[in-house]
């Protein structure tokens, strides 16, 4: 089983893993503290998991692919909670649908902060022992599942209260890009054979393994990501109404949405745009990333401004001059293996390979990404309609 490009040392620490557990976990907890008990129930669309499904399914994976195999005489917390809190592993057995998740009003957010502290306990126990490669791979791995969620967590409790008529604020800060006045540049890069995918030591996913040649043709590539202002020129220009730059699935979701405009925009009663953001509705900053759109929409944004999305290739080929981190970006490149990809053998096998089909990759990070949880070479995916991510854009075109 092969998860990442090197395991972490055994001799390397046993304590250092424990406190990185520790890190996660508290993050995780300190994510949903401020909000009631309500708000950790409800699922507005299939999409959107509630939160505290969140914080019982991070759980049951350390439960389930590390103290059930790893754990001496683990007792697992609840014999029913595999099925309510299994995702999309087949091979772990029957779970319910994703559909049902916010149907759950038990087990209640007590009981899972309880299962939370048993499955902590055991695993505090069993990492104050001696950690084997395997034990020490699966840790880091179950690491990094959870900070993935963890910006679930986040932007899934966004679009529950962002649908509330209310808007009410769940954080000091308002959790959003933030303004960078720099000029907008390009990049021009050289054709030329460039190397792509993870090399090196320390963690990341399978999906970013095998390092491989692309060949690319001269192209520019914009510094920046496509801001706010940018975005509401496409707007006010009447890009939603304009077929010619579409794609056809583009056109028909385009024609379903309520509103002209990235999710989370609302018109006030005096015609100003306002965005909700996690300190609740804000007046629209026009010089900060656009976040919260579609890759329909981000291909026609592109289109209408006389330019393209990158490919991930150019993108990563690029990426030390890009000012990156703020948004998602999504790219033209579909979601496919690299050469020579291999799926990991059992449940973990299904982690990302079974995706690999009529999704799109982004690159880069966003303002909920987890510290110490982004890479040059990360792929994120996701179906072309969705935007209930933090995701924006980015310009490329090719230069003669």
Request: contains cysteine; aromatic residues 14%; negative net charge.
């Amino acid at each position: 089983m092969q998860l990442s490009a090197t395991s972490p040392s055994t001799s390397s620490s046993s304590a250092s893993l424990l406190e990185q557990f520790y890190n996660v976990r508290k993050l995780t907890a300190d994510i949903v503290a401020s909000l009631q008990p309500e708000d950790f129930v409800p699922q507005p669309v299939p999409d959107v998991s509630p939160p505290k499904w969140h914080l019982a399914h991070t759980t049951w994976f350390f439960e389930t692919f590390i103290l059930s195999s790893f754990g001496e005489s683990y007792k697992v917390f609840h014999p029913q909670f595999a099925f309510f809190f299994n995702s999309y592993y087949e091979a772990a057995g029957p779970r319910i649908l994703r559909t049902q998740r916010g149907n759950m009003t038990r087990p209640t957010t007590d009981e899972i902060f309880a299962y939370r502290a048993h499955v902590d306990q055991a695993m505090a126990t069993l990492l104050k022992q001696d950690v084997s490669s395997e034990l020490a791979e699966l840790v880091t791995l179950g690491l990094n599942h959870e900070q993935q969620h963890q910006e679930l967590l986040i932007t899934d409790i966004k679009f529950i209260l962002g649908h509330n008529p209310l808007f009410p604020a769940f954080a000091k800060t308002k959790l959003a890009p933030i303004t960078k006045p720099t000029p907008q540049d390009w990049v021009d890069m050289e054709e030329g054979i460039y190397h792509i995918g993870f090399e090196g030591e320390g963690f990341c996913f399978d999906n970013e393994l095998g390092r491989h040649r692309v060949f690319l043709e001269t192209f520019a590539i914009r510094r920046q990501v496509v801001t706010n202002r940018e975005y509401l020129a496409f707007i006010d220009a009447g890009g939603y109404t304009e077929v010619e730059h579409w794609l056809s699935e583009g056109w028909a979701f385009a024609k379903t949405l309520d509103q002209h405009a990235p999710l989370h925009w609302h018109k006030s009663e005096k015609g100003e745009w306002l965005n909700y953001t996690a300190a609740g509705l804000q007046p629209i900053e026009l010089d900060t990333p656009v976040t919260h759109i579609s890759y329909y929409e981000a291909d026609a944004f592109a289109r209408w401004a006389g330019f393209r999305l990158p490919t991930e290739f150019e993108w990563e080929a690029a990426h030390k001059q890009l000012d990156w981190g703020q948004v998602w970006e999504w790219t033209s490149s579909a979601y496919a293996p690299y050469p020579g990809f291999i799926t990991a053998d059992g449940a973990l096998g299904e982690y990302n390979g079974k995706w690999m089909v009529n999704q799109q990759t982004l690159r880069g990070a966003s303002v909920a990404t987890s510290p110490n949880h982004s890479r040059p070479t990360y792929r994120n995916f996701f179906h072309a309609d969705k935007r209930w991510q933090f995701t924006g854009t980015r310009l490329c075109k090719l230069n003669s």
